[in-house]
């Protein structure tokens, strides 16, 4: 049975930066992009999402100062996302994660000013119309992202080979091999139950260039999984590139 699929009539503005982290950890952070349940609206015309991972595609784990991300090759059409609201293929190219000081928050994202411990970025860019992601992060329409919200509870079995990797990248700068890895685990079973909604960014030309998926199920892992102290070092002192800050939010 398909789930509902629900999409949002707002319109976020993001900021994409994409040379330096805008927030530390306990520091200045900005207010999180919120969904307003009650204000999604179902869109008919949205469709199923398709995922094709191939877990061929992981190369490597990199820890490039601000967080760590899984990368995958994105030079062919191997891992792929389409369907949802999407007209175009996007290409997987890495995902990460991110995570707070504490279980009480961490996500990017809120639901009704909900908080998660930590949400996980799947991100792809538009192979249709770019050919590197360089390009497709300042175009219009460059880039989707599906959002993943996690919660402590049970065991993760996927997360596991993730875990173990990750004292071989604590440090800035390194990175491991990471392979056959295959991120369709870390999805939540019921992927057509989404929000979505186009986010911008706010300096010119303010295209529409993140496409953003967030998944209503949230994933769970275990609190020693999650405990152990080379990922929670990692999830709470790193940061990414397209840490995203909510300038303006408007709710039509
Ligand atoms: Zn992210």
């Excluded at 967080?67 to 007209?87: C, H, I, Q």
């Excluded at 049970?154 to 080979?161: A, I, P, V």
């Excluded at 800035?172 to 056959?180: A, G, P, R």
Aim: proline share 5%.
């Amino acid at each position: 049975k398909r789930g509902t699929r629900w999409g949002l009539s707002i319109y976020l503005s993001i900021y994409l930066s994409l040379s330096e982290p805008l927030d530390i950890p306990g520091g200045d952070r900005q207010s999180p992009i919120d969904i307003v349940v009650r204000k999604s609206v179902f869109d008919p015309q949205l469709r199923p999402l398709k995922v094709q991972y191939d877990p061929r595609t992981c190369q490597q784990i990199w820890n490039n100062g601000y967080s760590f991300l899984v990368e995958y090759d994105d030079t062919t059409d191997k891992s792929t996302l389409k369907g949802g609201p999407l007209e175009d293929q996007f290409r997987l190219c890495q995902f990460h994660f991110h995570w707070g000081e504490n279980n009480a928050w961490g996500s990017e994202h809120s639901i009704d000013r909900r908080l998660y411990p930590a949400e996980l970025h799947l991100v792809h860019w538009n192979s249709d119309k770019y050919s590197l992601f360089e390009e497709a992060v300042i175009e219009e329409n460059g880039l989707a992202v599906i959002a993943v919200f996690l919660k402590i509870g049970k065991r993760h079995e996927g997360l596991q080979k993730l875990v173990d990797a990750l004292p071989a990248v604590r440090h800035k700068d390194s990175v491991v091999e990471f392979t056959k890895f295959d991120p369709a685990c870390l999805l939540p079973e019921k992927i057509d139950d989404y929000w979505t909604y186009a986010g911008s960014l706010t300096t010119p030309p303010l295209t529409e260039a993140v496409t953003w998926i967030v998944m209503k199920q949230h994933i769970e892992v275990s609190h020693d999984q999650v405990g152990g102290r080379y990922l929670c070092e990692n999830f709470v002192f790193l940061k990414h590139v397209h840490d995203s800050t909510t300038v303006n939010t408007n709710y039509q």
